[in-house]
């Protein structure tokens, strides 16, 4: 598999860490809601297709990315700087 | 001031190795630069660094990804987005730099020990690298002065081409010896010179 | 000359003989041979014993689809079993070893698993050695203990035991055209791209380039097709643009095409070159593939269809033609196509006697018929073979009538030969294809399978797409001279007598699957290709099933009374052969693995210190000397901290420069306790939870600055700790102006400790004061040691007055030498892990032992680092019911009241049984306390504080030891900190 990082350009798979779901958002960190929390933490959508989710480059520029990859195909659909999908 | 001892020191023979039906088509060495100093800019400060390196060094950097720029005695290279890593043979540029780069520009982190830098030179320069690093080291894909950032399994390198059959590597100083060990044995079959 | 070896012809070079054993027997043969042609030249017939029947067989292919002949190559003390003998390059002093065989090839004893037959059919291990419903032996055990006998007979080679002391390397390659495959399809395409500019890797498996053009008779533009390979290879050789792999099997096609090929570097060679690997593992990404792969010849099942001396038609003439080794001196072949005309041809010309040409077709072409009468013997068509003969090697083949799929009552005719070659048809070697791409494709025309529509970017050529004859591989440029023969075969894959023959009809020759086991297992319900397969291990021997697949499932398809397209194929799966796992592990194996070391390695080495490997990094455990045993070491060593002054080295710490104007709000909302209040040149301890209130990581951080902070982990979690940050600093707060660098290599670490470690100090330490008043607890302060810069923080871990030493890891020799100069009066110590950690057990400290990853703060009594000013990492989860429940294990200390040592891992319980049932935590540290004069532990326990002073014991069955403890507070020595604070 390779990933078109967007400062390196197209990597090897073995350079990246999997850095989990993308699809998550953290609950405000002064929020006591033990449900909101416990989705963050533990649940994950896991689809059949299309699936956002960060990549670490870590054998490389080390920059997190927010990938879209297929679970069927391990097609990558797009890439993007993480920093800046967190905006 | 006190050497910086190199941590490749006793594993550092100098002179000819391996096959020698060829001559020596790689040559090794240790650079031993004074300064090896990462800059970090903030988002939207870069071309501020930038500045900031010409000002110091002369050397000019475009803004592409990987841009890099050499002169006899420094080099400078972008390796991650926003960062850069200034090299130069003499000691102390971690504080000129760290006078000219105010907080709200980004940051100065010296890394003069704690990275080794190791120069891979010849006509299987590409050839010995290939047998690491899954990069495209041909000329049209690495031009000259241009860098990568990438990892042999757990040896993280920075990889600046320096001359169309020259690269120098920048690896971790705790994992230099047994990188220079492996980067020997595997530049046995070409023949090759420790300077 | 040997007794089958032509005169002339082939491409061998007969002024250069080769000496090679096999089973120790003294042979002979020439550069250019494979070792399966100098054993036919040599007049070997049986070259190893089946799997399963242990019967003689002989050379059956003549390439990588090879199922009987594998041999043991032996070089030096190493054993490399399973290896066709069709791929092994003959080289003087190869030595080999047939396979299977007990105690030798000609007398085998397993052999009499033959005469029992019918009892060894497919599942029948399964079946028979089922254990019974209960008892010692029930279910699988009895199966486990029956296993290791039945393994035993049934089998392949034997494994060495010595470790493999060749070397292994990788290599990366990019292009722009991979060609996979050089036969006349292969070249075309390699030189096509090759003059468009393009960069091109050509991989042929074989030692030469030029696939069947190497041993068939076509001529091309007027010239022998040998000459035309090489004209096309020299024209190739010179371009800088080209890059040419013999030996080079492409086995595995993966996403965005990427293709895992071995070089076989010098696997022909008795030695390898100076620096030259054995093999290299290739990983190349091409952007464009052309697959010219090929096909393979398939049999044709029939009873007796194993003898030595049946071999696949074109295999027998490559023989001839490339090898100039005549399989026999009395050939017949057998058919259901033309191809084995061809063959016929190509015998007879290297100078074997064409007995009979059997073909099941009633009529076949006018090319076939004129190839049939060149080669001379009587051409029988709508014949079949349905018997053969003969013990070592073939003797005699008896015929029958052959009409509409079935064999005709009536007479048969017999043929005194020693060699019958046999098609069944060609199948394209789509396995890369299959690989990348749908599922394949039956034809009913040629009867076999063709590549799938691909999901990847390549495209084939040649026989890979079912077209087989040369001038197709070639295109339409050079003119071809061949027979213009047909390839489509008819469809007949078995022939089944209908006299009762005794007579086995094989279908995996490897893995001694018949016909009739095809037949059981669709009886017994395993009709799928899938369970066919799982149940007669059809086509999983080492050949994968390359020539029995499709006449497999061409049996079964017939058994089910479906077609072929309806029955499928089993999807082909990596490796296409065998890759050795050497050449996968490559630069991960023996010395070429990474290490990591500190500054001061050299010193401690030469100082006698045995090394730990502490993941990469290598640390003294303890220093040696004369004659003392791990514990004497470490007592000693740790006895002398708490009298006088220890140093070790530290540098293995992570370190992580945290820089920038928000770095203290970061480090806030990353440790459960407070950093932005932290003074500028001081430091504090932090703890890190993860999301869900787990302890993370614990270290110190020293503030250097207003923005500027180093960070120490744990020497285990450094990695894991950056990319923590690094993830929290993109992904959640990519507001905040940090920067993370690991700076883990850029200092050098000693930690000085001990009563007297102010006075060592004191006498080394320049340009600052290191006394209570300029250095207090957890104050840093800058000087110099011997010239070179230092920065050193008081924090202890030993429990002594302590300070750690950072330099610039280029200085840290230099340091550490200073400091031993300057701790010569206090008669100062290394000290390695071992005594570390003693004297961390006896203080109570945590590590990872204890943070491992399932307790939370609570449970290490560290509640006390728990902010309630501000949100962290983990501080929303961290209250949850299950981490604050009553029964988790917590913190304790640990006492042997037996006297003996305790260790870790070793289970603690509240009564003495055989198992240590009812567990209530177990020992997570260990050692002698020579501060207690006593085998402690520290140990997680259900109840923690509330069970101090209780008596219980330790349970430890895996190393049997047993005895009594007391369970104390884990703050075992000092416990107010006086001598910290000294």
Known sequence: ?87 | MVEIVSPLEPAYRRGAHGNRDGGSRITLSETQPGSIVQLAAWPGREDAMRAVVKTVTGLALDGAPGAGAVDESSAAFGFAPGRWLVVDQAEGAGQTFREKVSADLGTVCDLSHGRTAIAVEGEKAERLLSKFYALDFSLAAFPVASAKSTAHHDVFTLIQRTGADRFDLYVYRSFARSFWHLLCASAEEFGYTVE | ?982
């Open chain 1, 1 to 87: 598999m390779l990933i078109a990082c967007p400062y390196c350009g197209p990597r090897d798979l073995s350079e990246f860490t999997y850095q989990g779901d993308a699809n998550r958002t953290r609950p405000n960190p002064m929020s006591n809601d033990q449900s909101a929390w416990n989705a963050y933490v533990y649940e994950r959508v896991n689809p059949a297709g299309d699936h956002r989710e960060f990549w670490q480059h870590s054998g490389g520029c080390r920059a997190h990315l927010a990938v879209i990859r297929s679970t069927l195909t391990h097609e990558i659909k797009s890439v993007a700087f993480a920093r800046e999908a967190a905006k």
């Open chain 3, 1 to 982: 000359m040997s007794p089958r070896r032509a005169h002339n012809g082939g491409r061998i070079d007969r002024s250069t003989t080769l000496r090679f054993t096999f089973d120790g027997t003294a042979m002979t043969g020439h550069a250019g041979d494979t070792l399966a042609s100098a054993l036919l030249a040599n007049g070997i017939s049986v070259v190893g014993r089946s799997f399963k029947y242990h019967r003689p067989r002989g050379v059956f292919s003549a390439g990588i689809e090879e199922p009987n002949a594998l041999v043991t190559v032996i070089k030096g003390k190493l054993r490399e079993p399973n290896i066709p003998a069709t791929q092994v390059e003959l080289y003087d002093g190869l030595a080999v070893e047939s396979q299977n065989r007990f105690p030798s090839l000609s007398l085998d004893i397993g052999a009499a698993n033959g005469l029992a037959g019918n009892l060894f059919a497919a599942g029948f291990y399964y079946k028979t050695f089922m254990g019974p419903v209960a008892g010692p032996l029930k279910g699988t055990r009895f199966w486990m203990l029956c296993e290791h006998f039945i393994r035993r007979a049934a089998g392949l080679g034997r494994a060495g035991h010595e470790p493999d002391t060749d070397r292994y390397e990788k290599m990366y390659g990019f292009c722009d055209l991979l060609v996979v495959g050089s036969g006349p399809a292969g070249l075309t395409a390699a030189r096509r791209a090759a003059a468009e500019g393009k960069r091109v890797f050509l991989a042929e498996q074989e030692p030469e380039f030029g696939g069947t053009l190497r041993w068939k008779s076509a001529a091309i533009d007027g010239r022998p097709a040998a000459d035309w390979v090489a004209a096309t290879l020299a024209e190739l050789r010179a371009l800088p643009n080209v890059t040419l792999l013999p030996r080079t099997t492409v086995w595995g096609y993966y996403d965005d095409n990427a293709l895992g090929a071995l070089d076989r570097v010098a696997d022909h060679k008795a030695h390898a070159a100076i620096g030259e690997p054995r093999q290299r593992h290739w990983t190349i990404r091409a952007k464009d593939v052309v697959l010219a792969t090929g096909a393979f010849e398939r049999p044709i099942v029939f009873p007796g269809n194993d003898r030595p001396g049946i071999m696949l038609a074109a295999a027998a003439a490559r023989y001839a033609a490339e090898y100039g080794v005549l399989p026999g001196e009395r050939i017949a072949v057998f058919a259901n196509n033309d191809s084995a005309y061809e063959s016929a041809l190509a015998l007879k010309d290297a100078g074997a006697e064409i007995a009979a040409i059997i073909d099941v077709r009633a009529g076949v072409s006018v090319a076939a018929r004129e190839l049939a009468r060149e080669a001379g013997g009587e051409l029988l068509l709508g014949y079949a073979v349905t018997s053969t003969s003969g013990a070592r090697r073939l003797r005699e083949i008896e015929v029958q009538a052959f009409a509409d799929g079935k064999v005709k009552e009536g007479a048969t005719r017999a043929f005194a030969v020693d060699c019958l070659a046999v098609s069944g048809g060609w199948s394209p070697a789509i396995h890369l294809a299959s690989q990348a791409g749908h599922a394949p494709q039956w034809d009913e025309a040629l009867q076999a399978f063709l590549p799938p529509a691909p999901t990847q970017s390549w495209t084939g050529a040649g026989a890979f797409t079912g077209a087989f004859s040369t001038s197709a591989a070639l295109g339409d440029d050079l003119a071809v001279n061949e027979p213009e023969i047909e390839y489509e075969p008819a469809p007949v894959f078995e022939i089944r007598p209908t006299a009762k023959k005794t007579g086995k009809a094989f279908v995996d020759l490897q893995h001694d699957v018949t016909a009739s086991d095809i037949r059981l297992a669709h009886r017994e319900g395993f009709q799928s290709v899938e369970h066919l397969k799982r149940y007669t291990t059809l086509g999983m021997a080492t050949d994968q099933g390359k020539s029995s697949n499709v006449p497999g499932l061409a049996i079964m398809a017939a058994a089910r009374g479906l077609p072929i397209l309806e029955v499928g194929t089993t999807r082909f799966r990596p490796p296409f052969s065998a890759v050795s796992l050497g050449a996968l592990a490559a630069d991960r194996h023996a010395h070429f693995k990474p290490e990591r070391l500190t500054p001061m390695h050299d010193w401690h080495v030469a100082r006698g210190a045995r090394m730990y490997a502490a993941g990469l990094w290598y640390r003294p455990m303890i220093y040696g000397t004369g004659g003392e045993t791990v514990e004497q070491a470490y007592v000693r060593e740790a006895k002398a901290v708490r009298a006088s002054v220890g140093i070790v080295d530290v540098s293995t710490l992570g370190k992580i420069a945290v820089q920038g104007p928000d770095a203290a709000e970061f480090l806030d909302r990353v440790y459960t306790n407070m950093f932005s209040t932290l003074p500028v040149d001081k430091a504090r301890y932090g703890l890190m939870l993860r999301e869900e209130g787990i302890a993370f990581d614990d270290g110190t951080t020293w503030r250097l600055g207003e923005h500027d902070f180093l960070m120490t982990t744990t020497t285990a979690n450094a990695g894991k700790v950056m990319q923590h940050l690094e993830y929290y600093l993109d992904c959640v707060w990519p507001d905040l102006r940090v920067h993370v660098t690991s700076v883990t290599d850029e200092w050098a670490g000693a930690a000085v400790a001990g009563p007297n470690a102010r006075h060592v100090l004191e006498a080394c330490v320049e340009g600052t004061g290191v006394d209570h008043d300029a250095l207090p607890f957890m104050g840093i302060v800058r000087g110099e040691i011997a010239g070179a810069p230092v920065m050193i923080c008081r924090l202890s871990f030993s429990g002594e007055l302590a300070y750690e030493v950072y330099c610039g890891a280029g200085h840290g020799q230099h340091v550490w030498d200073a400091l031993m100069n300057a701790g010569q009066a206090f008669d100062i110590v290394p000290y390695g892990l071992e005594a570390l950690g003693t004297l961390r057990i006896e203080k109570g400290h945590v590590t990872g032992a204890e943070i491992d990853g399932r307790t939370s703060p609570r449970d290490l009594y560290l509640d006390w680092m728990l902010s309630k000013k501000k949100p962290y990492i983990g501080s929303a989860m961290v209250d949850r019911e299950g981490l604050v429940a009553s029964d988790r294990v917590r913190l304790v200390g640990v006492i042997a009241l037996d006297d003996r040592p305790l260790q870790g891992g070793a289970h603690i319980v509240e009564r003495l049984g055989e198992e240590p049932r009812g567990s209530i935590g177990h020992i997570t540290g260990f050692c002698f306390s020579p501060a207690l004069g006593k085998y402690i532990a520290l140990a997680l326990v259900k109840g923690g504080k509330a069970r101090h002073g209780q008596r219980a014991f330790v349970s430890d069955p895996v190393r049997n030891r047993y005895g009594p403890v007391e369970i104390v507070s884990h703050h075992f020595f000092d416990p107010e900190g006086s001598r910290m604070h000294g």
